[in-house]
Every structure is written in C-alpha cells, then in structure tokens.
C-alpha cells in the first residue's frame, strides 16, 4: 500500500446495532460524510473501501453507515481505526487555507525568534480552529488559528510564526 491516504475521522465506537458507527470528526470538510461517498478503512494491513449509506449528527459525533455492513459485528473491527481519503479525493484549497496533515508537525515560533513547540493536533470547537502545540516539556498551548495571532505558515519548511496577544503564552 503505497497510495498517500489522508485521515478525516476517527471510529470511536459502534453505535446501536445496525452497524452504525460513532466517528470523530478530523475534517473541516462537511461533504466527507456525504451519502454516496467512499472512504477507506485500513484492517489487517487491508485496505477496506466503505461506501457511506447514512450519515446523522449526534451531539459531537457523526454516525455513520455503510453499505453491507448492517450488523454490529460486521462493523466492530473498525474500533479505533481512522476513516481516510485517498490523494485524488482532496479539495482544492484557496490561498492562506491549509489542510490539517499540512499544519500537523509544524515548528512554532513567536515573531520575536522563541520556538514554542510543534503543532500535535487541531481542535475544531466553532468559530475557528485551535492549533494544540506540543512544548518540549510537555505542556500544551492552544493557540487559535486567526490572522491576528497567525501571521506566517509555511508548509514547505513546516514553520509558522505567531504573534502572542497578552496572556496567550501563560
């Protein structure tokens, strides 16, 4: 298996009996989950292509449904796995907007030269996403993804510079 694939939700759970299953979402893209839709599924060094046959929100999660797989057992392996998309499914971004797996491992630095840490992963509470940076000591900062505080980002040399507003860095 050699194709790039791009994680965009994470099987939490099952969810009833009908082979539903409970995914946390790692997308900004809402049509991933669009009936009709494939993503992938790797089990077993294997990889499972799952055609989407409902979708539903339920509180933080989305519930998902394949086609053929109607019955708790036939989804229960996929615990704990992540949904993926495979390159060609990736959308074409505009300018200054970046996909997750692009920011994901970026140095952070403030606009005066410190080194923050790396970004371990994004939060998407609302508004606009919260970049979690992962300190050498193993603190965590959150720092909001708005151009008042993310002035740089650049994917090729996985850097991105930030200017702290007052209290941020506490």
Same mark, same amino acid.
């Given at each position: 298996?050699?194709?790039?694939?791009?994680?965009? +939700?994470?099987? !939490?759970? /099952?969810?009833? #009996?009908?082979?539903?299953?409970?995914?946390?979402?790692?997308? %900004?893209?809402?049509?991933?989950?669009? #009936?009709?839709?494939?993503?992938?599924?790797?089990?077993?060094?294997?990889?499972?292509?799952?055609? !989407?046959? +409902?979708?539903?929100?339920?509180?933080?999660?989305?519930?998902?449904?394949?086609?053929?797989?109607?019955?708790?057992? %036939?989804?229960?392996?996929?615990?704990? /796995?992540?949904?993926?998309?495979?390159?060609?499914?990736? /959308?074409?971004?505009?300018?200054?907007?970046?996909?997750?797996?692009?920011?994901? +491992?970026?140095?952070?630095? /403030?606009? $005066?030269?410190?080194?923050?840490?790396?970004? %371990?992963?994004?939060?998407?509470?609302?508004?606009?996403?919260?970049?979690?940076?992962?300190?050498?000591?193993?603190?965590?900062?959150? #720092?909001?993804?708005?151009? $008042?505080?993310?002035?740089?980002? %650049?994917?090729?040399?996985?850097?991105?510079? !930030?200017?702290?507003?007052? +209290?941020?860095?506490?």
């Amino acid at each position: 298996m050699t194709e790039r694939l791009y994680n965009v +939700g994470k099987i !939490i759970n /099952t969810h009833g #009996i009908d082979g539903e299953v409970r995914v946390f979402r790692i997308s %900004d893209f809402d049509d991933r989950f669009d #009936i009709g839709k494939t993503l992938y599924v790797e089990n077993n060094n294997q990889l499972i292509p799952l055609i !989407i046959e +409902g979708h539903r929100k339920h509180k933080q999660y989305e519930l998902l449904h394949f086609k053929n797989y109607d019955r708790i057992e %036939d989804v229960e392996p996929f615990k704990g /796995t992540y949904l993926k998309i495979k390159e060609d499914q990736l /959308t074409n971004l505009q300018e200054g907007e970046y996909y997750y797996h692009e920011i994901i +491992g970026c140095q952070v630095f /403030t606009n $005066d030269g410190a080194e923050l840490g790396k970004v %371990d992963h994004i939060l998407s509470p609302g508004a606009n996403d919260v970049w979690v940076i992962k300190q050498e000591h193993g603190r965590e900062l959150l #720092i909001p993804y708005i151009k $008042d505080i993310v002035k740089k980002v %650049d994917i090729d040399d996985k850097k991105v510079i !930030i200017e702290p507003m007052e +209290g941020l860095l506490e």
